[in-house]
């Protein structure tokens, strides 16, 4: 793991944590027409949006996490950058198209005046999420309910019982099915030009697959575990 930054010693307070695995590590998982391009997207998107606020990062793909399940992987790589000597960390994965630098100053600024940021997304989940070290509790960090619907309604009720002010950001929509392609897909006039491209050839060769198939198709998504805890996107036949 390599901490990178541009920042003087005295403002290296806040260090951003892109939890989300590299594309060909995706790849082994999904098996989706053009998947390259997409997860390629994603990552890059990502920390163009990253590198836009200035502060200092780490990326801890595959090759950094450690931990049996993903709450104890998620936990160890927070505690790691606090034992970096970070006292306030922002977390993300690479599966929010939506997300953009000022979501990650406006989290900055917040955690500065000691309040939490929780981002949740639309499904239950969340798609950001700021701490102080002084919050950060590893035990019951990983009890709770990652990869779930219930995420976002049982760590903000947490945050709010331990009394510690908590900022909730704008809902957004996150990557976590196949499903979630079509709801950027029905808007796309609102994304760039190359997040569109990949959409319409991604959408296409499904279509094709589907249309041209000469047996009986039967189209399954599985949801696994995906990037920073979604599920994965997982599209195969079965003919009889």
Same mark, same amino acid.
């Given at each position: 793991m390599k901490i990178e930054n541009t920042l003087p010693d005295h403002q290296k307070q806040i260090a951003i944590l892109v939890f989300a695995n590299s594309s060909q590590e995706e790849l082994k998982h999904k098996h989706l027409v053009h998947g390259q391009q997409l997860f390629d997207h994603l990552n890059k998107k990502t920390l163009v949006e990253v590198r836009k606020t200035g502060l200092p990062y780490a990326i801890y793909s595959e090759k950094e996490q450690? =931990? $049996?399940?993903? =709450? @104890?992987?998620?936990?160890?790589?927070? @505690?790691?950058l606090f034992e970096k000597g970070y006292q306030k960390v922002i977390t993300i994965g690479n599966d929010s198209p939506n997300l953009t630098a000022s979501h990650l100053i406006d989290t900055s600024h917040k955690l500065m005046h000691n309040t939490m940021v929780v981002g949740p997304s639309i499904d239950g989940g969340i798609y950001l999420l700021g701490l102080d070290k002084s919050n950060f509790e590893k035990n019951s960090f990983v009890q709770l309910p990652w990869q779930t619907r219930l995420l976002a309604k049982f760590l903000i009720k947490k945050i709010s019982a331990s009394g510690t002010h908590i900022k909730l950001l704008y809902r957004l929509k996150d990557i976590d099915k196949l *499903?979630? /392609? *079509?709801?950027? +897909?029905?808007?796309?006039?609102? $994304? $760039?030009? #190359?997040?569109? %491209?990949? #959409? +319409? +050839? /991604?959408? %296409?060769?499904?279509? @094709?697959?589907i249309i041209y198939q000469p047996k009986p198709l039967v189209t399954t998504i599985h949801t696994i575990p995906f990037n920073k805890g979604s599920p994965d996107l997982m599209l195969y036949t079965q003919s009889n």
């Open positions: 450690h =931990g $049996t399940t993903f =709450g @104890e992987r998620f936990a160890n790589a927070i @505690e790691d *499903q979630d /392609l *079509q709801y950027f +897909l029905n808007r796309i006039n609102r $994304t $760039t030009r #190359l997040f569109k %491209s990949i #959409l +319409l +050839l /991604l959408f %296409s060769c499904i279509y @094709e697959a």
